[in-house]
């Protein structure tokens, strides 16, 4: 089972215009939000509420949801002309289904998608590279503030944000 988090009590059913697709000579469409519910940070701002954690570290709101039951969202969202924008959380606590989401509807309806990743992780984005239209690589602060933006030790901060700047260097 993977961890999702609902908007308005439906499993994949946010739906959001990518407006900055005209900064990039493209036309705006819309994006079928899937927001993973775990994230290896803990913004206090969190607007998905990851925060907010259960005993086990999972955001409260997640709901388990089978990897098909992703695919039968971004089948809906293909139907539409929608493009399949994995968030969060963040994708990257879930790096196998979010390569196998992006390979589906790739290897299905040879379409790209597109993702909103905290940055923490370069391997994860060159994997995912491939496979994606577009992508949201954070930055939450300067390295002194990171720690404290991100939810996360001074130290570990200033690491992550070394990794969220090389991570926005390797996403083509």
Not at 56 to 61: K, R
Request: net charge neutral.
């Amino acid at each position: 089972m993977i961890k999702v988090l609902p908007h308005n009590g439906v499993i994949g059913s946010e739906i959001r215009p990518l407006y900055f697709y005209r900064a990039m000579g493209m036309d705006v469409r819309n994006a079928r939000i899937i927001s993973f519910g775990a994230c290896n940070f803990a913004c206090p701002y969190c607007k998905r509420d990851g925060a907010f954690r259960d005993k086990c570290g999972d955001i409260i709101n997640a709901a388990d949801v089978t990897l098909e039951g992703i695919f039968c969202v971004c089948d809906d969202a293909h139907a539409k002309g929608q493009v399949v924008r994995l968030s969060g959380g963040d994708p990257v606590v879930f790096p196998q289904v979010s390569l196998a989401i992006a390979k589906y509807m790739w290897e299905t309806y040879g379409a790209k998608i597109s993702m909103a990743h905290n940055g923490s992780s370069p391997e994860f984005a060159r994997k995912m590279a491939p496979y994606l239209e577009s992508a949201a690589i954070d930055l939450k602060a300067v390295p002194v503030e990171f720690g404290m933006r991100s939810g996360l030790a001074p130290e570990q901060g200033e690491r992550m944000y070394g990794r969220a700047l090389q991570t926005q260097g390797h996403v083509e």
